[in-house]
T-cell receptor, first 114, second 113 residues
Framework: DQQVKQNSPSLSVQEGRISILNCDYTNSMFDYFLWYKKYPAEGPTFLISISSIKDKNEDGRFTVFLNKSAKHLSLHIVPSQPGDSAVYFCAASEVGEYGNKLVFGAGTILRVKS | DGGITQSPKYLFRKEGQNVTLSCEQNLNHDAMYWYRQDPGQGLRLIYYSQIVNDFQKGDIAEGYSVSREKKESFPLTVTSAQKNPTAFYLC????????????FGEGSRLTVL
């Protein structure tokens, strides 16, 4: 039972345009959401995050939007660049008895065409 | 430079053999994690540890074992009981009490022949 879902396995965007990556979750106890970027044969690197008490967080070309009522978040990249081509993972944080842990979605492959 | 070091990067093993993946961090983080990545399934949590000498099972712990004898080290053993061990394994660490940002190593790819 996937608690974090990224329903689009891949996305192709023209350089300079907006990339929108989507993520849905089912667990209302998640209190923090993160996006990670991953290149082949490397570990994921942190990109941007948002607390559940906010609905938007912006960092340069990257903006994350959170819609708690819909249990949905999205990552916007504007403008998209060829170097943004990677796998993007959505993750949600849950604080449990033994500390916090992240639950990841399956990832979306973003291809930015020049 | 501070970071997480995983070794080996590539590993081959025969069926029935145990293998241990190394993970070392010099970030002074209390918490460490092991994830497994399979195509189309994202990252799944195997084991995690919040402090030395303590660790907890994640979502797919069967066939794996860990130890946390030192703060800097969190080795993962893939035992012969793991039915489908071929995968990309990722180690991560974080500050205790932090809301969620993990720092990842570069991963170890295990192939069972």
């Amino acid at each position: 039972d996937q608690q974090v879902k990224q329903n689009s396995p891949s996305l192709s965007v023209q350089e300079g345009r907006i990339s929108i990556l989507n993520c849905d979750y089912t667990n209302s106890m998640f209190d923090y959401f993160l996006w990670y970027k991953k290149y082949p044969a490397e570990g994921p690197t942190f990109l941007i995050s948002i607390s559940s008490i906010k609905d938007k967080n912006e960092d340069g070309r990257f903006t994350v939007f959170l819609n708690k009522s819909a249990k949905h978040l999205s990552l916007h990249i504007v403008p998209s660049q060829p170097g943004d081509s990677a796998v993007y993972f959505c993750a949600a944080s849950e604080v449990g008895e033994y500390g916090n842990k992240l639950v990841f979605g399956a990832g979306t492959i973003l291809r930015v065409k020049s | 430079d501070g970071g997480i070091t995983q070794s080996p990067k590539y590993l081959f093993r025969k069926e029935g053999q145990n293998v241990t993946l190394s993970c070392e961090q010099n970030l002074n983080h209390d918490a460490m994690y092991w994830y497994r990545q399979d195509p189309g399934q994202g990252l799944r949590l195997i084991y995690y540890s919040q402090i030395v000498n303590d660790f907890q099972k994640g979502d797919i712990a069967e066939g794996y074992s860990v130890s946390r004898e030192k703060k800097e080290s969190f080795p993962l053993t893939v035992t012969s009981a793991q039915k489908n061990p071929t995968a990309f394994y990722l180690c991560a660490s974080s500050k205790t009490g932090y809301t969620g940002e993990l720092f990842f190593g570069e991963g170890s790819r295990l192939t069972v022949l």
